[in-house]
């Protein structure tokens, strides 16, 4: 797929074509990492729609699996990755709500856990570099004030479904950060020739989260014709599709 590319005032016909090159490239290259990008989702609106709403799937959470399929309904697939602030949002509103579900009345009280267990699974997975060790440390008292407020109901005679919950809250696990990207390299671009074919396979995977970052940065080089920049940033691309190809 071409691209076309219009760079303010190139310096020569050679930059012209080198940048109209490397955009064309970066075009194609963000088309296939469409579903990487896609990984990190918008969640703000879903999570506080979501928790707004799940108490008042009580009446249905009458086992679990049923509690986990109202759950997935109402705030779908788990993310992989949200925007920043979202994991801190998410474990601010489960960690309210399993704590009310576990001072609940009797007649309530296990219906709104199964839904506390079925909604913690649906905590978002991966981090930013930057949000990873807040993150860690709010799961961690987030576990250590369940903890305490079973402690308080209940003392030595927990029910089932509490220990449920915490087995839940432990199996998520602290979140993981997105990984990172490699070191640039200098890199020297190959010389172009004419009628040339090259057979190229593709990873069967999407690109990880420091690729699709990558790519960006390089769109953004485009227009200040940075060539050197660009080529560091589309050739670690590279040397990860040429090193996953047909995985």
Same mark, same amino acid.
């Given at each position: 797929m071409a691209t076309n590319i219009h760079p303010r005032e190139p310096s020569s016909p050679k930059v012209r074509r080198s940048v109209g090159l490397l955009g064309g490239l970066f075009a194609g290259l963000l088309l296939w990492a469409a579903p990487a990008q896609a990984q990190q989702q918008k969640c703000a609106y879903n999570i506080?729609?979501?928790?707004?709403?799940?108490?008042?799937?009580?009446?249905?959470?009458?086992?679990? !699996?049923?509690?986990?399929?109202?759950?997935?309904?109402?705030?779908?697939?788990?993310?992989? !990755?949200?925007?920043?602030?979202?994991?801190?949002?998410?474990?601010?509103?489960?960690?309210?709500?399993?704590?009310?579900?576990?001072?609940?009345?009797?007649?309530?009280?296990?219906?709104?856990?199964?839904?506390a267990i079925a909604v913690i699974r649906q905590a978002p997975a991966k981090v930013s570099e930057n949000e990873h060790p807040y993150a860690k440390n709010q799961y961690m008292q987030m576990r250590s004030n369940l903890s305490a407020t079973a402690d308080d109901v209940w003392k030595d005679n927990k029910p089932p479904i509490v220990t449920q919950l915490q087995d839940a809250v432990a199996a998520i696990g602290k979140p993981e950060k997105v990984d990172a990207p490699p070191p640039?390299?200098?890199?020297?671009?190959?010389?172009?020739?004419?009628?040339?074919?090259?057979?190229?396979?593709?990873?069967?995977?999407?690109?990880?989260?420091?690729?699709?970052?990558?790519?960006?940065?390089?769109r953004d080089l485009v227009k200040a014709q940075d060539l050197s920049g660009i080529q560091r940033r589309l050739q670690a691309v590279i040397n990860w599709m040429e090193a996953n190809a047909g995985k």
């Amino acid at each position: 797929m071409a691209t076309n590319i219009h760079p303010r005032e190139p310096s020569s016909p050679k930059v012209r074509r080198s940048v109209g090159l490397l955009g064309g490239l970066f075009a194609g290259l963000l088309l296939w990492a469409a579903p990487a990008q896609a990984q990190q989702q918008k969640c703000a609106y879903n999570i506080a729609n979501g928790f707004a709403r799940l108490a008042s799937l009580e009446s249905r959470a009458t086992t679990q !699996q049923q509690a986990d399929a109202e759950v997935a309904g109402l705030f779908g697939p788990r993310p992989v !990755q949200c925007e920043e602030t979202a994991y801190r949002t998410f474990m601010e509103n489960f960690e309210t709500f399993a704590r009310a579900a576990m001072r609940a009345p009797a007649a309530n009280r296990e219906r709104l856990l199964r839904l506390a267990i079925a909604v913690i699974r649906q905590a978002p997975a991966k981090v930013s570099e930057n949000e990873h060790p807040y993150a860690k440390n709010q799961y961690m008292q987030m576990r250590s004030n369940l903890s305490a407020t079973a402690d308080d109901v209940w003392k030595d005679n927990k029910p089932p479904i509490v220990t449920q919950l915490q087995d839940a809250v432990a199996a998520i696990g602290k979140p993981e950060k997105v990984d990172a990207p490699p070191p640039p390299t200098e890199v020297t671009p190959p010389p172009v020739t004419n009628g040339a074919v090259q057979m190229i396979r593709v990873p069967t995977q999407p690109l990880p989260e420091w690729a699709v970052i990558q790519l960006f940065e390089a769109r953004d080089l485009v227009k200040a014709q940075d060539l050197s920049g660009i080529q560091r940033r589309l050739q670690a691309v590279i040397n990860w599709m040429e090193a996953n190809a047909g995985k």
